[in-house]
């Protein structure tokens, strides 16, 4: 079936930094695929997402590109602020009537001034 | 903007209760949703419905139903708690493919259940 693998944390970094989260996929077919970010004490909010290979989606300083040849879609950002400091998801869909979702295990990251 | 809410933040229940969690959308959408979130496992998915009364069976329905008898509303049942049931319930929704707008594969979460079974 479907899954998502996404790097293991905590991550820690100081302000500033680059950072990149690893993530990896296995499904048929050609799914939709998404990055979620959970705020402390909040549900989750759509962070960014492509929608087919060689696609980059980018919001807020974060860019991901999905690459079909190493199915990954793997998360970068430039230079972390504090405020960035959350847990991530990375998560893919195939075109169902419902919109089904399949998650990986979320990575927490931290931002240290 | 979109809304979702959750009936509760917090929940405290006994092993044996009838446990009831409810999720309100107030966008109209079709596609209603309930995950639970555990440390380690991410989000897995109980159960959906993309209509009113429909509903399909998630990854991990076991121990659960649920009920959506209007579009805006579905609600989550634990018919008989248990301890391994202790979780964060995340209740999301979106529109169906198909119909119009810029949020086709957007689901929106509510803030979340965090459910401590005793």
């Known amino acids: 079936g479907d899954s998502v693998t996404q790097m293991e944390g905590p991550v820690t970094l100081s302000e500033e930094a680059f950072l990149t989260i690893n993530c990896t996929y296995t499904?048929?077919?050609?799914?939709?695929l998404f990055w979620y970010v959970q705020y402390p004490g909040e549900g989750l909010q759509l962070l960014l997402k492509a929608t087919k290979a060689d696609d980059k989606g980018s919001n807020k300083g974060f860019e991901a590109t999905y690459r079909k040849e190493t199915t990954s879609f793997h998360l970068e950002k430039g230079s972390v602020q504090v405020s960035d400091s959350a847990v991530y998801f990375c998560?893919?869909?195939?075109?169902?009537?419902?919109?089904?979702?399949?998650f990986g295990t979320g990575t927490r990251l931290t931002i240290i001034p | 903007d979109v809304k979702v809410t959750q009936s509760s933040r917090y929940l405290v229940k006994r092993t044996g209760e009838k446990v009831f969690l409810e999720c309100v959308q107030d966008?109209?959408?079709?596609?209603m949703f309930w995950y639970r979130q555990d440390p380690g496992l991410g989000l897995r998915l109980i159960y959906f419905?993309?209509?009113?009364?429909?509903?399909e069976k998630g990854d991990i329905p076991e121990g659960y139903s649920v009920s959506r008898e209007k579009k805006e509303r579905f609600s989550l049942i634990l018919e008989s708690a248990s301890t391994n049931q202790t979780s964060m319930y995340l209740c999301?929704?979106?529109?169906?493919?198909?119909?119009?707008?810029?949020?086709?594969?957007?689901?929106?979460f509510g803030p979340g259940t965090r459910l401590l079974v005793l």
């Open positions: 419905s993309y209509d009113v009364k429909m509903k």
């Open positions: 966008m109209d959408h079709e596609n």
């Open positions: 999301a929704s979106s529109r169906s493919p198909g119909t119009s707008g810029t949020t086709l594969e957007t689901q929106y």
């Open positions: 998560a893919l869909r195939k075109f169902y009537r419902n919109e089904k979702l399949t």
């Open positions: 499904a048929t077919g050609y799914p939709s």
